[in-house]
């Protein structure tokens, strides 16, 4: 077996600040997101649909903008098809595939969250770094999450 490419210093720094952000910041949204009986894939759900031309997308495209698999999507759709945030119906032009829609009643509490989401995301987030920091992290996190799925945003971020 090979030997490990250890991290280096800096590899460890931004390693570690990473997991407390997963660890320590993410809690915190998902705690505001709770507290409108939404989670992050929910919250993140129902942006991908609200960016969508008509608040619509086929759902492989929707599991592809929401960085969700297939069969993850459809448990989590589950919900939000069940409170009356989303529509499921038949592609008109792909009678095999089906589409997802952000109703009325949906944006409407998407609109209702979203500010205490940002509030959350700047205060956790982005009042700690200046812009420089938030270019760089910026850079730094479209070129791993590029690698990870194939989002033309974080294939070409500054474009």
């Not at 086929?58 to 297939?70: I, K, M």
């Not at 982005?126 to 070129?143: C, G, I, S, Y």
């Amino acid at each position: 077996m090979a030997e490990p490419r250890w991290l280096d210093e800096q590899q460890a720094v931004a390693w570690r600040g990473l997991l407390a952000v997963i660890n320590r910041a993410f809690p915190e949204i998902e705690r505001t997101l709770k507290a409108h009986d939404l989670l992050a894939v929910h919250y993140t759900i129902l942006v991908a649909l609200s960016e969508a031309p008509d608040r619509t997308m086929g759902l492989s495209a929707l599991a592809d903008a929401a960085n969700l698999s297939p069969s993850r999507l459809t448990h989590r759709m589950r919900s939000l098809v069940d409170a009356g945030d989303v529509a499921i119906a038949p592609d008109p032009e792909d009678g095999r595939a089906k589409n997802a829609n952000l109703t009325r009643s949906g944006l409407a509490r998407l609109e209702r969250v979203a500010p205490h989401h940002v509030a959350d995301v700047q205060r956790l987030i982005f009042d700690h770094l200046d812009e420089a920091q938030t270019v760089a992290m910026a850079d730094a996190l479209a070129a791993v999450a590029g690698a990870l799925c194939r989002h033309p945003e974080y294939l070409n971020p500054r474009s």
